[in-house]
T-cell receptor, first 111, second 111 residues
Framework: QKEVEQNSGPLSVPEGAIASLNCTYS??????FFWYRQYSGKSPELIMF????GDKEDGRFTAQLNKASQYVSLLIRDSQPSDSATYLC???????????FGKGTRLSVIA | NAGVTQTPKFQVLKTGQSMTLQCAQD?????MYWYRQDPGMGLRLIYY???????DKGEVPNGYNVSRLNKREFSLRLESAAPSQTSVYFC??????????FGPGTRLLVL
């Protein structure tokens, strides 16, 4: 059974701080890793994906992957109240296989 | 370019009634998916279609059937609705890169 684990939160951070969201996965053969953001009452939307060990930056977002430790994280710099949402980590073993989603971490950015 | 569309947006059923949820995508994706999302349970895969003409069970297929009508359309049918099927249903599509794009969701209430 492939599993993706996330702390459900809520994770509360003050406006302007760095929010750190973590995810661990069980299948060592996993190759692709995704972060989705889901606002309340809305559908998930892709923020970032990462395939290789190390960091990948996109604006205020940085995804970090460590395959040896089987974890992937998402850092949000200069957090804004508009970043308040649930963040879903998703993992795929190979192409054309369904993503396995974690249950999500709820982030609350306090103004 | 509408992306992934779902109909209806909201539906109320009585126990035992049947209905079909419709999903269409205009991104020429090969793969399509149906998920349900319940509080505290995250996204759970019901069925998926890796390519036109194929369908496979996901994590929670019982009580559902699917049809991949053509490359664009993937429908989900509830033959005899039960209160346990009250949920938010999301359709998604992807290409071989595995990035999934989600529709806006259908909120289903079974009384």
């Amino acid at each position: 059974q492939k599993e993706v684990e996330q702390n459900s939160g809520p994770l509360s951070v003050p406006e302007g701080a760095i929010a750190s969201l973590n995810c661990t996965y069980s299948d060592r053969g996993s190759q692709s890793f995704f972060w989705y953001r889901q606002y309340s009452g809305k559908s998930p939307e892709l923020i970032m994906f990462i395939y290789s060990n190390g960091d990948k930056e996109d604006g205020r977002f940085t995804a970090q992957l460590n395959k040896a430790s089987q974890y992937v994280s998402l850092l949000i710099r200069d957090s804004q109240p508009s970043d308040s949402a649930t963040y879903l980590c998703a993992v795929a073993v190979s192409g054309n296989t369904p993503l396995v989603f974690g249950k999500g971490t709820r982030l609350s950015v306090i103004a | 370019n509408a992306g992934v569309t779902q109909t209806p947006k909201f539906q109320v059923l009585k126990t035992g009634q049947s209905m079909t949820l419709q999903c269409a995508q205009d991104m020429n994706h090969n793969s399509m998916y149906w998920y349900r999302q319940d509080p505290g349970m995250g996204l759970r895969l019901i069925y998926y279609s890796a390519s036109e003409g194929t369908t496979d069970k996901g994590e929670v297929p019982n009580g559902y059937n699917v049809s991949r009508l053509n490359k664009r359309e993937f429908s989900l049918r509830l033959e005899s609705a039960a209160p346990s099927q009250t949920s938010v249903y999301f359709c998604a599509s992807s290409e071989v890169t595995e990035t999934q794009y989600f529709g806006p969701g259908t909120r289903l209430l079974v009384l």
